[in-house]
């Protein structure tokens, strides 16, 4: 018996590797080679190619293929119908399949529903694409982009709350976790050690 949760209208490929308290939802599909970790919720209607890998504690709302040459490291966010691609000049009647880019969602990013992230970019650390975004290039860790294509549009916590910086510095409003811009970077500021 599987430790984890797999709906009846859904297939788990012999071959995959699925982690503990994952749940797997109404039609989706699982194919062999496929590695997802721990406490993952994959939602209705979603594909796992061969080769890919799914960190822990993800989740991927419905209607989202996840293809070979993505990975998806822990607590990434993929919001409903939101696409992935793998080749950057697609032909139905020429092979490509040598031709697969990397795709690297860091740890903690979030994928808006209906945005479609262009193969080979990586997502940093808790960065944040808004929804119908197109991402063409890599996303700073912790940037907030929008729009197509893609463009900066703030900062955000790892919380999930956008930044209000002045002069390059600033807290969270929900969690009081301090940053600093450093160039094009943005950084925790680790509070002064206590006095004692």
Known sequence: MPDYFAHESSYVDPGATVGAGTRIWHFSHVMPGAVIGEGCVLGQNVVVMPGTRIGNNVKIQNNVSVYEGVELEDDVFCGPSCVFTNVGTPRSHVSRRHAYQRTLVRRGATIGANATIVA??????????????????????????????????????????????????????????????????LHRVDPPPARG
Request: proline residues 6%; negative net charge.
């Open 120 to 185: 080979g970019v990586t997502l940093g650390e808790y960065a944040f694409v808004g929804a119908g975004a197109v991402v063409t290039r890599d996303v700073l860790p912790h940037a907030l982009v929008t729009g197509v294509p893609a463009r900066p549009a703030g900062w955000m916590c790892q919380c999930g709350e956008p930044l209000r910086l002045r002069d390059g510095r600033g807290a969270c409003s929900a969690c009081g976790t301090a940053f600093a811009l450093e160039g094009d970077a």
